[in-house]
DNA sequence: CCCCCTGTCCTATTGTCATAAGACAACACT
DNA sequence: AGTGTTGTCTTATGACAATAGGACAGGGGG
């Protein structure tokens, strides 16, 4: 039972693998938050090209919001060559982001994980690391002026970790 | 009297030790990133009770923004009881939302730096390690259900880099 | 073929954000 | 007392976000 059509490939996920949540509080239109939240997973290699989204009606149903906001999420992620919408198939993953091998990203995740572990422990909440990781984050590359120990340059949209 | 504990001198800085920044692609409104801005430096330590709040008319003119939104920011943080506005001389700062002491601060500090110094040796730019630490972090508060783990103290450093 | 599912589009309405321009109230200093 | 500074408030206007409700178009399976 293959699922995917006759293109070059195969599926392997019909249920997508990324789950859109809402941040009331963080003050981010609604439509954005999706955004990010899927250029994210793209940046992490949650989701690759072929990848398929949750369906819009699935969205509206599981976030109670308008299908009309879904839909300017995901024609702005069109509109960028990010995914693509097939009606009466669903919406894909066109392109990735992904900038980093697993590997090094799952060494980076665990060496994070760490961190978080330590900033709890000495008493910080949730809160108190978002504004520590935010403020360093914005001096690091406040000091490097654009230019990383690698090359590499984008300047898209940036979404503070709060 | 005015609430000033000391009368002649309580100053130190005219000038405000907190400089208010703006990101139009995070579609965080405006006032909101004020708020947000104010209140991660209270949490840091950056900010405390006495300190002084950039004059209204300041920001006004160092972010061309328009004085009903400085208002509304420092409206909704003093409704907070953070911060309190007195007409003739300024915006003060009322309460912390300081949680660890300096020290400890400044050693997460420093081992975040190392992590973030990894992460951009590794490749990844800016929005890449946004996107790996809200996931992370969003994962580790999400497994935690809002208990903090603090019993001991850190000592270890974060693995790798010094 | 027909029906259902999918993404997409339309109009209208409501609420919030940000702006302009001006006025007022409390305070410090001369 | 008078002047200048500072925070606060009012009114109006334009833009955007999100909603409701309905309609249309492409694709697949019975």
Redesign the interface.
């Known amino acids: 039972m293959t699922i995917g059509q006759g293109d070059s490939e195969q599926v392997g996920f019909q249920v997508s693998p990324i789950e859109f949540?809402l941040d009331p509080a963080?003050?981010?239109?609604t439509y954005?938050q999706l955004v990010h939240q899927v250029?994210?997973a793209l940046?992490?290699g949650y989701l690759k090209p072929g990848d398929q989204l949750p369906k819009v009606r699935d969205v509206v149903a599981s976030l109670a919001i308008n299908p009309n906001t879904v839909s300017k999420a995901y024609r702005e992620l069109e509109t960028k060559g990010l995914i693509v919408g097939r009606p009466g198939q669903g919406t894909f993953i066109l392109a990735t982001l992904s900038?980093?091998a697993l590997p090094?990203?799952t060494g980076?995740?665990?060496?994070?994980?760490?961190?978080?572990?330590?900033?709890?422990?000495?008493?910080?909440?949730?809160?108190?690391?978002?504004?520590?990781?935010?403020?360093?984050?914005?001096d690091?590359?406040e000091r490097?002026g654009g230019s990383?120990?690698?090359s590499?340059a984008?300047e898209?949209?940036?979404?503070?970790?709060?």
């Open positions: 949540r963080s003050g981010v239109p954005l250029e994210h940046r992490l900038q980093v090094e990203l980076l995740r665990r060496s994070l994980r760490g961190w978080l572990a330590k900033a709890d422990t000495a008493g910080l909440d949730e809160s108190g690391i978002a504004a520590l990781v935010a403020s360093e984050l914005r690091f590359y490097l990383s120990t690698r590499g984008a898209d949209e940036t979404e503070g970790v709060a």
